[in-house]
């Protein structure tokens, strides 16, 4: 029987009382209306009030004392876009047992079908692509037209799933035994469990969402709690293109939670696929999880992404693709600059013009034109307070007047908007880094990037190589052969010549390996890998039992055959 898809509402997870999601009279279907106040009754969300009545100091910790995480605007603290109910490790478990049931149907809906409703949630989101990027800004801080980029994201990742659904091909192998024919089959993995960061909140869950349920599968979905918001707004997105009850399910928990409820939904046998996008640290505990019920999960972790400049690099193109990747979005991007790394002969020149743009460069509100805003939240502002303690004398720090918070006694020239209101930092610069240096092997993830030098292509793919991570990496020259070298010596599973760090095109693999992921690949033809199962048909229609490598029919060469001397080549 076919499916009949849309017509069923779905459960949120995080409001405590399992209710359907039915959206509430103020807020409309489509377009999603900026500023649009969704009760929490329903939802286990207020998206769009100001919390004035309690903890609205702004540098209050955002949580109440009844499991509520408060999603603040880091732009203007006082501002809380989203309260969340979160759940404990039962949410997840239950969430994953509704999954389970609805799964099986939801593979029988024939897959250019499932490809339809993945095309409508593309075209949904395009059609709130506005009210969605400028929901983005206002809750993790990202500038407005980063934002913009990062919702068309989802609709060419959906544009390019819609097809996968008429394309996944299995194969007619030929049989060694005659009457007989062998098959391969793509299988949907059954129920994927979700868990994604919130510096890119709607972009990368698209990556598992789109290629998940065009593949048959049902998904169990938590984000960030400091994303609650835009998480909410995705996934009514998805509800509405036609994802039925129970295949797209939405959690919203604590990292705690979610760890010990994905324990138990393992153990239980409900969850057959997970998909980790966050530190390295945590991807390790899950990948061990995973492992032990003979799982192998996708894991998208951080990056340390090294930028070579050669010394016949376009050094303008090297500063314009160092600016972007290193600052934009904070360096709070996994692919975010880490470590640049300078032929001798055009170091001082290439310091000297980065410095330049960088102290130039404008910070400030994210809905303004700026280069980067706040950060994404008071949690990595703490760790990046921590990060500019391992600035030591011998580094030389250039970028900005000053370093740490942007306030009234610490002030940033040209600084838009009011500082006071948000979570800014000055960008920094480190000249004169160190391959022991803290700064050189670790994960920053703010607005910080280091500088070194090298003499020899060997010792800069060594460089690069050096932290163990192997996400993104760039090389900046006008020869084809130092490109192509740098690309066979580098561990990162991707790389650019002559572009930044940052950026990933919806039908290329992204992902990385060694500290930054276990091999596995999102986008493209490649993450169907990660979603589907092969499995292979051997037919026979003989009418006879045919055993293979026993009841093969074989024919023997006659080895010990030499050429007669007048077809040999000796006169």
């Given amino acids: 029987m076919l499916l009949v898809l849309g017509g069923a509402p779905n459960t949120v997870y995080g409001d405590g009382t399992g209710v359907r999601h039915d959206t509430s009279p ?52 006082d501002d809380v876009v989203a309260r969340v109910r979160l759940e404990g490790p039962d949410a997840l478990l ?44 206002r809750e993790i801080g990202k500038p407005y037209t980063e934002a913009l980029g990062e919702v068309q994201e989802i609709v060419d990742t959906c544009d390019y799933f819609v097809g996968e659904g008429r394309r996944l091909y299995g194969q007619t192998v030929p049989s060694e035994m005659p009457d007989k024919q062998l098959f391969t089959f793509r299988a949907p993995v059954g129920v994927a469990t979700v868990i994604t960061a919130g510096n890119f909140p709607v972009a990368v869950p ?14 169990v979905w938590k984000p ?21 009850e129970g295949v797209l399910n939405l959690v919203y928990a604590e990292g705690e939670s979610t760890f010990e409820g994905l324990r138990s939904a393992l153990e239980e046998g409900v969850v057959d696929k997970v998909g980790f996008t966050g530190s390295s640290r945590v991807g390790r505990d899950i990948g061990e999880l995973c492992g032990r019920h003979l799982q192998t999960p996708c894991l ?32 709070q991007r996994c692919t975010s600059l880490g470590n640049i790394i300078v032929h001798r002969d055009v170091h001082d020149e290439f310091v000297r013009r980065l410095n330049t743009a960088l102290t130039e460069a404008v910070i400030g509100n994210p809905t303004q034109d700026v280069l980067y805003g706040p950060m994404l939240d008071r949690k990595f502002a703490d ?55 803290f700064l050189f092997q670790q994960e920053t993830f703010g607005p910080i990037v280091g500088v070194t ?84 048909l051997n037919w026979d229609f003989s009418g006879k039992l045919q055993k293979a490598q026993m009841d093969v029919g074989a024919v023997e060469p006659e080895l010990d055959y030499r050429l007669p001397a007048d077809l040999r080549g000796h006169r």
């Fill in 94 to 137: 239950d969430a994953a047992r509704s999954a389970r049931r609805a799964q099986r149907d939801w593979a029988r809906v024939p897959a250019p079908v499932r490809g339809r409703v993945v095309a409508g949630f593309g075209r949904l989101v395009e059609s709130n692509k506005e009210a969605l990027a400028s929901l983005v800004t």
């Fill in 383 to 437: 760790n990046f307070e921590n990060v500019l303690g391992e600035i030591a004398p011998h580094h030389r720090v250039l970028g900005s007047e000053s370093t740490g918070r942007i306030t009234d006694a610490n002030p940033r020239k040209g600084f838009r908007g009011d500082h006071s209101t948000g979570l800014y930092y000055h960008p920094v610069l480190v000249d004169g880094l160190r391959r022991d240096d």
């Fill in 300 to 331: 998208e972790l951080g990056g340390k992404n090294p930028m070579v400049v050669a010394a016949d690099a376009d050094l303008e193109l090297a500063v314009e693709g160092a600016l972007f990747s290193g600052w934009g979005t904070g360096g």
């Fill in 206 to 219: 698209s990556w598992y969402l789109a290629p998940a349920l065009v593949c048959g599968n049902a998904v």
């Fill in 453 to 536: 030098t090298f003499e020899t292509l060997d010792e800069a793919v060594e460089l690069g190589n050096l932290p163990g991570y192997g996400l993104s990496a760039a090389v900046y020259t006008t020869d084809p052969a130092t490109a192509f070298r740098f690309r066979e010596g580098i561990g990162a599973g991707m790389v650019s010549a002559n572009n930044s760090t940052s950026g990933a095109e919806a039908h290329l693999p992204f992902g990385g390996n060694g500290r930054s992921g276990n091999g596995s690949r999102l986008s493209g033809m490649w993450v169907i890998d990660q979603f589907t199962r092969w499995q292979s």
């Fill in 26 to 77: 103020g807020c409309p279907n489509t377009p999603l209306e900026k500023g649009c106040q969704v009760e929490a009754r329903t939802c286990g969300s207020v998206i769009g009030s100001t919390d004035r009545a309690t903890d609205s100091a702004p540098d209050a910790v955002g949580r109440s004392d009844h499991g509520q995480y408060l999603s603040r605007n880091p732009a203007e603290l």
């Fill in 224 to 244: 960030a709690e400091y994303a609650a918001a835009t998480a909410r707004a995705l996934a009514e997105l998805a509800w509405k293109a036609g994802v039925p």
